[in-house]
């Protein structure tokens, strides 16, 4: 049934749809309506689940991470500062190929204060060993954490979904929630092969010298590739059960495209909007969106980019000293393709800062009267 | 180069001997380096300690695969850890031994010196835990000739901070009694 | 041969712990009183490292490494999830050092007492970070040498006292224990788990190369610890204390002799512990009088 | 004591990454890891001497005193701590200087 929800409660209706044995997570703005709708859940009986209220982020994974070595499906949520005090345990929870699934609300890292929408975050935690996507709205934030459990439980990775803090989290928009039966049907019970098991007595995590640590590492490189394959299929058999269809990354207007943007995150519905703005100005502009940030799309985009004479890369994120993050990511991709665009970063929207369909004419504008710089500070003000 | 493997035990103290052997053979103005294997170091269990001494600066890091020189603090040692097997050919191996313990000592020099004796008899370590490294130092110098024996006094004290005249004694002791096959 | 405590043996000879450690034979013991229905959790310490590098393993339970602030909310998620795979029956042992629980693990013991989460946790504790090379920590005694606080600025601070601060939780049991003492460690390990909550264990663990004392005297320093009342033994039921007695107690130097440690310990630095010994040791039988 | 189940030695057990379980998981007993070798002192049971009382059994932290009539030392494990010559009520048991 569609109900008007936030982008918290989306995730918290997707979560209670997964049937997560163990919820573990501790507060923080902007993700407080997700713990607190999945405590109402719990409270009402709505949903069969030990909610253990932790003291700090890092035992939130720790408890998510025994309870699914003990072979339950598991459930968190954070942003920002607390992401970044999970980062300890991101490494384990991924090393011990659990497939926790994770809401993190993009939220820009302090200090100055702040709790405005910022990929920084998410993105510094891009080689803990987690898929990670980057949701466009609320429907699609319901849709990928059912999907994630899947393809999550399958590759034996975690994975870790993104919204924009305000822009998602504590906005409301008709989201279509699906009806349990039919994610029991569509979503498998959580059955692993490796786990905490008395009839089993064995050791997880035991030293490692220089002999195997090195091909445990690739095992979860291949996982990682794998995980490309799997978020294909299990986005078309959403699309079979629920009529939506997702895929790593989602071309609009492409194909013939000679300005290809490329966004990610709540940014993307905008973009869409100039795209068809300069349609209509007879420009053939298309866009992007990257859904998937790991595993990395670098084969699906080389399809996608030939044709393009220039390519636009939208970040709200920076990594200091460097540039955007997705800029560098996709410019790495194309590397060594020969019919390449001439590829433009934006970083744009830090701490929350809005991005407009007019603000993405203006760099569009910007590049095809050769102003732009290869990688520029859209909006600062100089 | 020489490069030297010390076979021991936890609390044996091969790890503080490769460091000494490293300062003995720097005093002599050659270009050094000296590492342990960090593995599992616990009271007992087999540890590894290697030193490098070269003529010109040393490039190559990491285990030594094949030393020519190995050092075996516990004789026990020889055999469970089938020493032989990673030397070459005419290298020399120094064990803290009463007796000669290697079948085929005709590939290889080896010196055999009791080392715990000598130790014990200074109480260097205790009785369940003998610490011979200074000692058989005296008799790898005599043995090899790869550094004097006063340089290895003489670099002692940075590394052994209790007992040191009993420890240089102790050296001196191995280099006098150590005894090829 | 009548035996004094169970026979089943859950850890496996093979390990590499040191000569003497008296931490392998709590696990010994624990394990003996908790039974094969038992899940480990294990954050870094010795035991990681003691218990085998992969593909082996010293025990014969399930158990999972953990990061080293993890012990206590990690067992929380997995005492969690066999809750609701409807396996209540398994113990869930949360087994760390003395580093884990009263340094960088407190943080999340303490939320596990809070919740009164339904696990056993055990500190082994040896006073000191072994493992990485007897570094000092907030459990090291006052006066006793370490990697970092060498003898001539030994430890000035007195050992934290991690079982008020437990107790200050209201948990519904915990009690101390020693290696010397297995029938009395088993029993206290067998009531706690007859009891639902968060009960926490804290076991004196001797050292040899950590405390500098040779190895055959493991189990005599668990007992003069006892005896002195450095370590004394008690159990804290619902709020309510009970001390084992021992009869008049040995001068603390008798225990502080042995250890290579304390070695530099002038008279007046032997006297000050054991003022603080007979202080605390007070203390603690007046609250088995008052509680 | 049950005898403990006899594994091939764990570094011949994978070739490559393909045999690897997916994380580092253990189940080979260390008992396949022989630390008699570790001894330098060796103990010595004095059966005339010996009322088995097994506190020897009971304060060995390997586990390589066997809980029998009487009892015996099992040297492949031993490490040579000396905890059961020193516990010993009836000093039935010598630390001797061989690996035994």
């Known amino acids: 049934m569609k109900l008007v929800i936030t982008g918290n409660h989306a995730a918290a209706y997707a979560a209670k749809l997964c049937r997560p044995h163990v919820i573990s997570a501790y507060p923080i703005t902007p993700q407080t309506e997700v713990v607190e709708k999945l405590a109402c859940m719990v409270a009402d009986g709505e949903l069969k689940s030990d909610f253990i209220k932790v003291e700090s982020e890092h035992s939130a994974m720790a408890a998510c991470i025994g309870a699914s070595a003990a072979g339950s499906r598991s459930f968190t949520a954070t942003s920002s500062q607390g992401l970044a005090l999970m980062h300890e345990m991101l490494f384990w929870a991924a090393n011990s190929r659990l497939p926790i699934v994770m809401i993190n609300v993009n939220r820009a890292m302090a200090p100055p204060w702040t709790v405005w929408a910022d990929q920084t975050d998410s993105l510094a935690q891009r080689d803990t060993g987690w898929m990670q996507f980057y949701c466009e709205d609320n429907q699609e934030i319901l849709d990928t954490v059912i999907q994630a459990y899947k393809i999550a439980e399958k590759v034996s990775l975690p994975a870790m979904i993104s919204l924009d803090a305000f822009f998602l989290s504590h906005t409301s928009e008709a989201v279509d929630v699906p009806p349990q039966a039919d994610v029991d049907r569509f979503l498998p019970e959580f059955n692993p092969e490796y786990k905490l098991d008395i009839n089993n007595p064995r050791a997880f995590g035991g030293l490692v010298t220089a002999e195997w640590y090195y091909e445990f590492r690739y095992k979860i490189h291949q996982a990682m590739q794998d995980a490309k394959r799997e978020i294909n299929t299990v986005g078309k058999e959403y699309a079979k059960s629920f009529g939506r269809k997702y895929s790593l990354i989602e071309p609009y207007k492409a194909d013939d495209a000679d300005f290809l943007f490329a966004a990610s995150g709540s940014m993307v519905s905008v973009v869409r909007d100039a795209v068809d703005k300069l349609r209509k100005a007879q420009k053939k502009a298309g866009l992007i969106k990257m859904r998937t940030f790991r595993p990395f799309p670098k084969e699906e985009l080389i399809k996608l980019v030939p044709g393009a004479k220039n390519l636009c890369v939208l970040d709200r994120n920076i990594s200091l000293g460097n540039e955007g993050i997705f800029f560098t990511e996709i410019k790495a991709a194309l590397a060594n393709i020969k019919a390449k665009p001439m590829i433009y970063g934006f970083t744009a929207g830090l701490g929350g800062r809005e991005v407009s369909v007019n603000d993405v004419m203006n760099i569009a504008k910007s590049i095809e009267t050769h102003k732009a710089a290869e990688f520029n500070f859209y909006g600062l003000k100089k | ?181 | 041969m009548k035996l004094t405590i169970p026979q089943q043996e859950l850890v496996y000879s093979g390990n590499a712990a040191c000569q003497g450690c008296a931490g392998l034979l709590a696990m010994r013991y624990c394990l003996k009183a908790l039974g094969d229905k038992t899940i480990v959790v294990v954050p870094a310490c010795c035991w990681t490292v003691l218990s085998g590098a992969f593909p082996a393993t010293a025990f014969n339970v399930p158990m999972f490494h953990t990061a080293f602030e993890t012990a206590a909310s990690c067992a929380c998620g997995v005492k969690a999830a066999l809750r609701m795979q409807g396996k209540d029956d398994i113990n869930v042992l949360a087994w760390a050092g003395d580093g884990g629980t009263f340094d960088i693990g407190i943080q999340a013991l303490s939320g596990a007492a809070e919740r009164n989460d339904d696990f056993i946790y055990v500190c082994y504790d040896n006073e000191a970070y072994m493992n990485t090379g007897i570094q000092r920590s907030s459990s090291t005694p006052y006066g006793a040498a370490t990697s970092t606080t060498p003898s001539n600025m030994f430890k000035n601070e007195y050992k934290k006292d991690i079982d008020s601060i437990l107790a200050a939780h209201n948990i519904p049991y915990m009690a101390t224990a020693s290696v010397a003492y297995p029938e009395d460690l088993i029993k206290k390990v067998q009531t706690a788990n007859s009891i639902r909550g968060l009960k926490f264990i804290h076991i004196i663990a001797p050292c040899p190369p950590g405390w500098r004392y040779p190895s055959e005297k493991t189990i005599a320093l668990s007992r003069l610890a006892v005896l002195t009342a450095v370590f004394p033994l008690y159990e804290v039921k619902d709020g309510k204390y009970t001390v084992r007695k021992t009869g008049d107690k040995k001068p603390v130097a008798e225990y502080i002799k042995h250890q290579g440690r304390f070695r530099h310990l002038k008279k007046e630095e032997i006297e000050y512990i054991q003022a603080e010994t007979d202080k605390r040791f007070e203390l603690l039988l007046k609250k088995e009088q008052l509680l | 004591m049950k005898r403990q189940k006899r594994h091939i030695k764990p570094s011949k057990r994978f070739k490559s990454h393909k045999d690897l379980p997916p994380m580092s998981v253990s189940s080979v007993p260390t008992s396949v890891n022989k630390t008699g070798g570790w001894r330098v002192l060796t103990p010595v049971i004095d059966y005339d001497k010996c009322i088995s009382c097994m506190i020897c059994w009971k304060f060995c932290p390997e586990i390589c005193i066997t809980a029998e009539d009487k009892p015996k030392i099992i040297l492949e494990y031993c490490k040579g701590c000396g905890i059961c010559a020193f516990e010993c009520p009836k000093k039935a048991i010598k630390m001797i200087e061989a690996k035994g």
């Open chain 2, 1 to 181: 180069m020489n490069e030297i493997k010390f076979y021991g035990r936890g609390g044996q103290g091969a790890v503080v001997a490769s460091i000494v052997l490293a300062n003995a053979a720097f005093k002599e103005g050659k270009f050094v380096q000296a590492f342990p294997f960090y593995g599992v170091e616990r009271r007992g269990a087999p540890v590894a300690a290697y030193t490098r001494i070269d003529t010109k600066p040393i490039r190559s890091r990491g285990q030594i695969k094949s030393p020519d020189i190995a050092v075996v603090l516990d004789p026990y040692l020889v055999t469970a850890l089938n020493i032989t097997s990673a030397l070459k050919p005419g290298s020399t191996i120094v064990i803290n031994s009463s007796k000669n313990i290697i079948s085929f000592a005709k590939n290889f020099n080896v010196y055999i010196c009791d080392a715990t004796a000598i130790a014990v008899k200074r109480a260097l370590g205790d009785r369940t835990n003998p610490i011979v490294n200074t000692t058989i130092l005296g008799a790898l110098s005599k043995a090899t000739g790869i550094v004097k024996l006063e340089s290895i006094i003489s670099a002692m004290p940075e590394k052994v901070y209790v007992k040191l005249e009993e420890n240089i004694e102790a050296a001196k002791e191995a280099y006098k009694t150590v005894k090829k096959i």
